[in-house]
């Protein structure tokens, strides 16, 4: 049984930038996939970034070029650096962790707004 626990949502004005942080426990974290997902009210679920075990790493569009998902595993824990932030950002932000075996677990949510 993997916990994820997140940490760093807030209010930002546009421009700004936030860190979210996902703590993990209850597994192996070096052989975990790791992913951040974001749900804006009124709409699905949708993935943000996500970092394999072994480092790759892949974003939607939107996020692109703003966005840096990274990890260290002497931490236990994956970061999600959120630069520029656009009202369209707020959301939900959700850790995944998958593991070797395809179980998928999610975090409670930390809350993004972006806004003026």
């Known amino acids: 049984q993997v ?4 940490s760093g949502g807030g209010l930002v004005q546009p421009g ?7 703590a993990a426990s209850g597994a192996r974290f ?4 790791m992913g951040w997902y974001r749900q804006a009210p009124g709409r699905q679920r ?4 996500r970092i394999t075990a072994g ?6 569009d939107s996020v692109q070029g703003r966005f ?3 990890r260290d595993n002497a931490k ?4 999600l650096q959120m630069n520029t932030l656009i009202p369209e950002d707020t959301a939900v932000y ?5 593991t070797y075996g395809a179980t998928m677990y999610w975090g409670q949510g930390t809350q993004v707004t972006v806004s003026s």
């Open 76 to 79: 236990n824990t994956v970061y």
């Open 3 to 6: 916990q994820l626990v997140e």
């Open 68 to 70: 840096t998902i990274s």
């Open 30 to 33: 070096s052989g975990l996939n």
């Open 46 to 49: 949708q993935l943000v970034a």
């Open 94 to 98: 959700y850790c995944n962790a998958v």
């Open 55 to 60: 480092g790759i790493t892949n974003y939607a």
């Open 16 to 22: 700004e930038s936030l860190r979210l942080s996902c």
